[in-house]
């Protein structure tokens, strides 16, 4: 239906008057009337006119419930299309599983301080991060990579080092004392593992070589089997840093950090909405006061 008949009729029906109404929106009362009679000719007799009096019908009611919907809906699409509240409305994040862990709760800190947010977050592996900004089911994405895609702009967001990690009160000085040991395998166990390893015990004969004592698909859990003395394993800090019992594993040190740079992404046809501004820089901030990784 016409806007202007409804903000025609919405304003009648607070007015009560034809003439209250062309004075506030800058109409005759001729137009007026013929807004009114254009609806009335659609939905029936809307008005109930009495001498200095008008009254609604049933469905003249049920028309200005209709007419404040759309209100609301006007409103809410003009400050989605503005931006202007960067404390209400959702924030969607998808990102792969170690450092979703470490940054989700972080999310959750900035949701208490701001009730209107609401945080949306997936776990998913790489192409799955890739594939949903570009559907825009998500507004970021992180990944392990720098994408090609001209429809995707990305950014340096944080490092993740890889960690070996062996059961607490585990030595490990050789290649041998992983062979005892055993691997805990996960998704991208042995690509982490033979990049970490290669550098910590130069001319290996690679982690396929090794015992496979485990697998688990699920980030939270890799160190589970770790943590009961089943075997070792490589992950990046972050995940570590989100097991519950820190005090069962322990990382060997391996000198110089290998280290995954972690890329935000977005659409780059559009700038991200406030609401996702302020959530990055929140999470930046939050990762700089948390100084590196330990």
Avoid at 52 to 81: H, N, S
Avoid at 148 to 158: N, Q
Wanted: a neutral charge.
């Amino acid at each position: 239906m016409n806007p202007q008949w409804l903000r025609s009729f919405a304003a009648l029906a607070e007015l009560g008057s034809f003439t209250r109404t062309a004075d506030r929106l800058g109409l005759t009362q001729a137009a007026v009337s013929q807004h009114v009679r254009h609806l009335e000719d659609r939905m029936g007799p809307l008005l109930i006119r009495r001498p200095r009096q008008l009254a609604l019908t049933p469905a003249g009611e049920a028309l200005l419930d209709y007419c404040r919907a759309v209100d609301q809906a006007d409103k809410r699409l003009r400050i989605r299309l503005s931006d202007a509240d960067a404390a209400s409305g959702e924030i969607s994040l998808i990102s792969p599983g170690s450092v979703g862990l470490f940054l989700y709760p972080m999310l959750l800190d900035l949701q208490e301080a701001n009730r209107g947010l609401t945080v949306r977050h997936r776990f998913a592996p790489d192409p799955e991060v890739l594939e949903a900004v570009l559907q825009n089911r998500f507004e970021l994405g992180l990944l392990t990579f720098k994408p090609e895609d001209p429809r995707i702009a990305a950014a340096p967001f944080t490092e993740e080092p890889l960690e070996l990690v062996v059961p607490a009160g585990q030595e490990v000085k050789g290649w041998s004392d992983l062979e005892r040991l055993g691997f805990i395998d996960h998704p991208d166990g042995q690509a982490m593992a033979g990049r970490l390893l290669g550098r910590r015990f130069p001319g290996n004969p690679g982690v396929r070589a090794l015992p496979c004592h485990g697998f688990s698909n699920q980030v939270g859990l890799i160190l589970e089997p770790v943590a009961r003395g089943l075997g070792f394993t490589v992950v990046p800090r972050y995940a570590r840093q989100a097991f519950a019992r820190a005090e069962a594993v322990r990382v060997v040190e391996c000198g110089s950090p290998v280290c995954d740079t972690i890329w935000l992404i977005h659409r780059s046809e559009w700038p991200l909405s406030s609401r996702a501004l302020r959530a990055v820089s929140h999470l930046r901030d939050r990762i700089a006061a948390a100084g590196p990784a330990s």
